[in-house]
């Protein structure tokens, strides 16, 4: 299946002689008239996340899928991540509330799937609660080809993967597995599409992928850090590039990419685009020849140029497929993030499926009128800014994101609807989220971010996003739409027991480091102003090589009584070397009984050789603070004596 193995120049080969005898058998078809041109279908895709009681992501997708026993289910790369494919649907009448209720069917069944083995379930595009140590490979499902995937992936680009992204806080990362594609879950919705519209569909698509993001946004938040305000676009677009550094200033597209250029006349062009500039990675097993398959009468999976596409992630896709028989032509739209509600992702899908549609009256040839540039600009605004974005429309005028959205293109959108026999409540209803929320300007982004701030100072950081990922496991179940959501409170993230589970929800992350040849003075100053008592003693590749403890800057400060003896001292004189460093997976407790066995008031935190976090004496009297406030807050008042 991977192609990086000893013969991989055979199978590569073989997988190109594959793909282009499945081109041109597509090509064929086209040609033949012999794909779906009857009334069109819709489906859906919804990703989701698996968490344990303490709301920590939880690889046991392979458990859950053995308690479900449905083939709508399946994994992602993720063991900590669960698909549910939906059935297809006829693209009129009651198609929403249809698609909504099958949909509230899966999920529940998933959520009691999961609550009968201790976990709960969580629809967002990024876990908040996600950790790095959540990355590792023993983390991916074992499947062979994910982790066929994950080796050609790497062997191509050569070097780890390098995770940078700036936004109010700043993220730089590096992951020697493309598992940091785990972090995202999305809500993926197909729209079926005659071949002959498929190709102004489809760059309708990319015209309108910026202003509908705009107001769908779901994932601000990454390692605790506030990045964009949907931060699944630059985290997946990184996670799986395999471009080496420097390679950037080629102009060379990543495999994550919203395109360079408008589809001009046939969904074939997209197919021949993949092929020219992206080396297979993987290939099937066996492959039967597509025109043999046509000369029986019956119709060829492609499964070489599907397998190939399929490692190549555009924003909007192109899909092939067969149902009853009859091949068909689907765009793909990846764009929309997981969550906040169900109701809210059939919204969603009801604005895309409807603007799309009713854009095609208005534009036939959207290429003629548009700038593919502006388009692909539109959507990363959209991703760093949501609503607060301004969008270029087809007048090449900028406009707010909000003010676009209610005025051009909800109306379009309700004709769109109509125009294809939706039924008018189900239009009233879906349309009238998006309307809400865009006036509201509460999004799950916004609301993420706004109960963040609320809890601003309460707690540690790890506490708080505990608090968050509870609050919207919550809300979720009771099912209203995330304009009508309040804040998130810290109280719902639970008692010790879920805050307090590793080192890593309680370490501080925001240091304050040394060289080993700054001067004493330094570390002497930074203390005074920083109020800490240690500082941590870091080389350039961000590895601890020592640690100095207020106590210890004392006692060489009274040993070198003149000022001169102590100044012209640096780091590597008083420092204490190789300082006892713990994971941040470790248990507090046990952490605790390192500290008292060394005698020491702080231990660095150190993930696969590199400085993470610190966590001291201190941190611990902040956790029993909290604990016995929670006691005395649980204990009634007539149970005090006296």
């Not at 698509?205 to 938040?221: E, F, H």
């Not at 492609?302 to 009859?326: D, E, F, I, K, P």
């Not at 963040?452 to 209203?480: D, F, H, K, P, Y």
Request: proline share 5%.
């Amino acid at each position: 299946m991977g192609l990086q193995t000893a013969s991989a120049v055979e199978q590569r080969k073989r997988a190109m002689n594959w793909m282009l005898r499945d081109l041109h058998a597509l090509e064929h078809m086209l040609a033949e008239g012999m794909f779906d041109v009857s009334h069109p279908h819709i489906g859906a895709e919804q990703e989701l996340f698996l968490v344990d009681r303490a709301w920590q992501a939880s690889p046991v997708a392979l458990d859950m899928l053995d308690v479900v026993g449905d083939p709508h289910f399946t994994t992602e790369i993720g063991a900590f991540n669960l698909e549910i494919n939906l059935d297809p649907q006829r693209f009129s009448g009651t198609c929403f509330s249809d698609m909504q209720a099958q949909l509230d069917d899966f999920v529940d069944t998933c959520r009691d799937a999961a609550r009968s083995l201790g976990h709960e379930i969580v629809l967002t595009g990024i876990l908040p609660t996600l950790r790095l140590s959540d990355l590792q490979l023993t983390n991916m499902v074992q499947n062979p080809r994910y982790l066929a995937l994950n080796q050609a992936l790497m062997e191509m680009r050569g070097e780890e993967v390098d995770l940078q992204i700036s936004g109010v806080d700043e993220l730089h990362v590096r992951q020697r597995s493309v598992m940091a594609e785990a972090c995202n879950a999305s809500f993926q919705v197909h729209l079926q599409v005659p071949p002959d519209e498929f190709a102004n569909t489809y760059n309708l698509a990319q015209l309108l992928a910026g202003p509908v993001l705009a107001c769908c946004t779901n994932s601000p938040i990454l390692f605790g850090k506030h990045l964009w305000a949907e931060t699944r676009i630059p985290l997946f677009e990184q996670s799986v590039d395999t471009r080496r550094s420097g390679q950037h200033l080629r102009q060379r597209e990543g495999r994550v990419t919203f395109g360079s250029r408008w589809v001009e006349d046939s969904v074939a062009e997209l197919f021949k685009e993949d092929i020219t500039r992206y080396r297979p990675l993987l290939s099937p097993d066996e492959h039967e020849d597509p025109f043999d398959v046509l000369a029986r009468g019956e119709i060829p999976t492609l499964a070489a140029v599907r397998m190939h596409t399929g490692t190549v992630w555009r924003w909007n896709r192109a899909c092939y497929g067969v149902m009853n028989g009859v091949p068909h032509l689907r765009v793909e739209n990846r764009v929309l993030p997981s969550g906040p509600t169900t109701l809210d992702e059939v919204a969603n899908a009801a604005l895309w499926l409807g603007v799309v549609t009713g854009a095609a009256e208005l534009f036939p040839e959207v290429s003629r009128m548009a700038s593919f540039d502006e388009a692909r600009a539109n959507f990363s605004n959209a991703a760093r800014e949501g609503l607060a974005s301004t969008m270029v429309w087809t007048d090449h005028e900028e406009y707010p994101a909000p003010a676009l959205m209610l005025d051009v293109l909800l109306p379009l959108a309700e004709n769109g609807l109509l125009s294809v026999g939706v039924d008018d409540g189900d239009v009233d209803r879906y349309l009238g989220v998006i309307e809400r929320r865009v006036r509201s300007g509460y999004t799950g982004n916004r609301w993420q971010i706004m109960s963040m701030r609320g809890m601003n100072q309460q707690g540690e950081l790890g506490q708080r996003l505990n608090s968050l990922t509870a609050g919207m496991a919550a809300r979720q179940i009771v099912g209203n739409p995330v304009s009508e959501w309040t804040a998130a409170t810290m109280k719902e993230g639970g008692g010790w027991e879920h805050n307090f589970r590793s080192i890593e929800q309680i370490m501080v992350t925001d240091l304050v480091t040394v060289a080993p040849d700054d001067p004493l003075d330094l570390a002497a100053n930074l203390m005074d102003w920083h109020r800490i008592r240690q500082v941590l003693v870091e080389n350039g590749d961000d590895g601890i090589v020592g640690i100095v403890s207020y106590r210890r800057l004392l006692r060489v400060m009274a040993a070198n009584d003149e000022t001169e003896r102590w100044t012209d001292l640096c780091m590597t004189d008083i420092m204490q070397k190789d300082p006892v460093c713990v994971p941040p997976g470790m248990a507090p407790l046990r952490a605790l009984e390192i500290m008292r066995s060394f005698g020491i008031g702080a231990l660095p935190v150190v993930d696969d050789g590199l400085l993470v976090g610190l966590v001291t004496e201190h941190d611990f009297m902040n956790i029993a603070g909290v604990l016995m406030l929670q006691q005395l807050d649980g204990a009634a008042p007539d149970s005090v004596d006296g």
